[in-house]
């Protein structure tokens, strides 16, 4: 199985910073890689998929880049209800894998 | 508005079965995969199996495979899990998930708000 492996697992910063948080596949995924972020009791939502496209309805701030076994999801200005968990999922082979989550907190 | 309802959730001794169901409205089901995706309580996400619009590709994490069977009902509109062999690991929110297209290779892009699954003596 393909091994995602994001980092940091969790962080903490304050609104208005610009943050960064990769996910490594165990190998080439091409661009088949999506970005959710849960709240606590929520399910989670897509943010980005296809490693770079927004999901329609999600703000400009937050961005996905990277292909092949790199990626970035990058939140430009950090606002108070982003604080959440991040995950990356690769869906270019079964068995599908998520990434073990990024908490970030507020500072 | 796409809509998605799971039920079938509950205790279950260790060894025994139980078929977890999913509700689909909004959408055209028939045109879409589907996934089932686990959250063990304070832990992450993890995806337990997709279905394409046809079946003809089924996928299953190693941790469920040859236990767990995925299944859809396009004319009803449904998605099942039947899960046999229960393990404590089990234990978790078991979500319905729509795929972004109706092939093998989509994400996830809208879920339900899961059904509670405990595997406990």
């Known amino acids: 199985a393909i091994r995602m492996t994001q980092s940091p697992s969790s962080f903490s910063a304050s609104t208005g910073d610009r943050v960064t948080i990769t996910c490594r596949a165990s190998?080439?995924?091409?661009?088949?890689l999506a970005w959710y972020q849960q709240k606590p009791g929520k399910a989670p939502k897509r943010l980005i998929y296809?490693?770079?496209t927004l999901q329609s309805g999600v703000p400009s701030r937050f961005s996905g880049s990277g292909s092949g076994t790199d990626f970035t999801l990058t939140i430009s200005s950090l606002q108070s209800e982003d604080f959440a968990t991040y995950y990356c999922?690769?869906?270019?082979?079964?068995?599908?894998?998520f990434g073990q989550g990024t908490k970030l907190e507020i500072k | 508005e796409v809509q998605l309802v799971e039920s079938g959730g509950g205790l279950v001794q260790p060894g025994r079965s139980l078929r977890l169901s999913c509700a689909a409205s909004?959408?055209?089901?028939?045109?879409?995969?589907m996934h089932w995706v686990r959250q063990a309580p304070g832990k992450g996400l993890e995806w337990v199996s997709g279905?394409?619009?046809?079946?003809?590709?089924?996928g299953y994490a190693d941790s469920v495979k040859g236990r767990f069977t995925i299944s859809r009902d396009n004319a009803k509109k449904s998605l099942y899990l039947q899960m046999n062999s229960l393990r404590p690991e089990d234990t978790a929110l078991y979500y319905c998930?729509?795929?972004?297209?109706?092939?093998?290779?989509?994400?996830?892009?809208?879920w339900g708000q899961g059904t509670l699954v405990i595997v406990s003596s």
């Open positions: 296809s490693a770079s």
């Open positions: 999922q690769q869906y270019y082979n079964y068995p599908y894998t």
């Open positions: 909004g959408f055209t089901f028939d045109d879409y995969a």
């Open positions: 190998q080439s995924i091409n661009t088949y």
């Open positions: 998930a729509k795929g972004s297209n109706e092939y093998s290779r989509s994400s996830c892009d809208s």
């Open positions: 279905i394409p619009w046809n079946s003809d590709s089924i």
